[in-house]
């Protein structure tokens, strides 16, 4: 490596001493129309990366304001490219499409309500502990505080001392939580219908729709390239979704186990929220550990005794996503973490929690596809290289 270095060390005085490119008069006919389409094609690069930054920038307003229509369209793609692999195979034993669609889509009815059904049976219980755990959680805070009753005297002695004036506040009344669960549950209602609906249609007309993917292409190669690509977005999500649902399922049995030994009310809520929570990166074992805090400390006499139960969640959850999780994934599925980051807040910001939970399926399916159909090299364009590898004005030269 250092040889390496020196020698090109030793060229740079000859590289800076060299003449500068021929000029395009200069250049014979056929090197000057090639030198004409590479500049052609740099400008209409340059268009196409102007253009996408400006559909990135302008797809979260589009996408927010007609949330109705394009949430549950995105979110019956993931689940049709889910399902119809279940299809196939109800299919292949002879069951009828229409049927083996609807079936389908019931399995996922099913366990979707059993674990809606697991979490929130106990939690209407529980919610009528909440006044005596929000009392015990004062009163934790309150000892706290008169521990730390010296910071707020040296403040009232520094306010006394500098003189604050007198200020108003002005409260804002807002709509209750009920009135904003009356006004949202009509929408909700809606983009659910909309969505199961529009993921049995997709799921029944699957086959048309690759048939007329591969089919209609006028060149072979096109079609072994959208078949290609198909299979690996189906493939790639479906076995994701799988592989993370049977984790998370894992981490919902620890937890409900944990729950029970620490004497915990309701430990097969507290599974199957971790479960479901597990499935939104990062925010949603924050919510978890939240909730465990909230929780341990209201329901505990000891402020350390009611922090155990978050600290073991916390413990398990670095072992899963550190090792469980990378070990059983493989190198497959390793994406960026800011990617994750990136997508997790990108549609998160668009969608609210459906956003959150969307983004990772919705982050594969793009990569499958930009890893077939091509990668962009948006850092190598910026320094005069080709927006993308295959170069078609190299293939014209070496002919």
Sequence with gaps: MLDELAGSAEDLPCLMNASPPPSPRNLPPDRRKLSFAAQELRLISALVVLLALGVFLALPFVLSIGSVVFLPLVAAVILTVVLSPLADRLAGWGVPNF????????????????????????AVSLFEEAPSMVRQVGRHFSELRGSFA???????????????????EVVLAGPSV??????????????????????????????????????????????????????????????????????????????????????????VMWGGLAMLLNFVPYIGPLIMLSLLTLFGLGSAEAPL????????????????????????????????????????TYFGWIWGVAGALLSVPILLTLTALIEHLGRPNFVGFLFGEPLFASNVLELSAEH
Excluded: C
Excluded at 105 to 118: D, E, G, H, M
Excluded at 152 to 162: D, G, K, P, T
């Design 99 to 122: 049927l083996a669609s609807f079936l389908a889509l019931l399995a996922l009815i099913a366990v979707l309500s059993l674990a809606l059904t697991v979490v929130l049976m106990p």
């Design 150 to 168: 010296w910071v707020s005297e040296i403040n009232r002695q520094l306010a006394a001392i500098v003189g604050t004036p007198e200020t108003r």
């Design 178 to 267: 009920i009135e904003q669960l009356a006004f949202a549950t009509p929408t909700v209602l809606l983009e659910v219908l909309l969505t199961l609906m529009l993921t049995f249609f997709m799921i029944e007309s699957r086959i048309r729709l690759r048939r007329r993917l591969l089919l209609e292409r006028q060149q072979v190669g096109a079609s072994l390239k959208a078949a290609r690509a198909l299979r690996e977005v189906q493939d790639r999500v479906a076995e994701y979704i799988l592989t993370v649902s049977v984790i998370n399922a894992g981490v919902g049995v620890v937890v409900a186990l944990g729950a029970w030994l620490l004497g915990l009310g309701a430990p």
């Design 305 to 344: 005794v009611g922090l155990i139960p978050a600290a073991a969640y916390l413990g398990l959850h670095t072992v899963e996503s550190n090792v469980v999780t990378p070990a059983v994934l493989g190198a497959r599925f390793t994406t960026n973490p800011v990617m994750i980051l990136l997508a997790l």
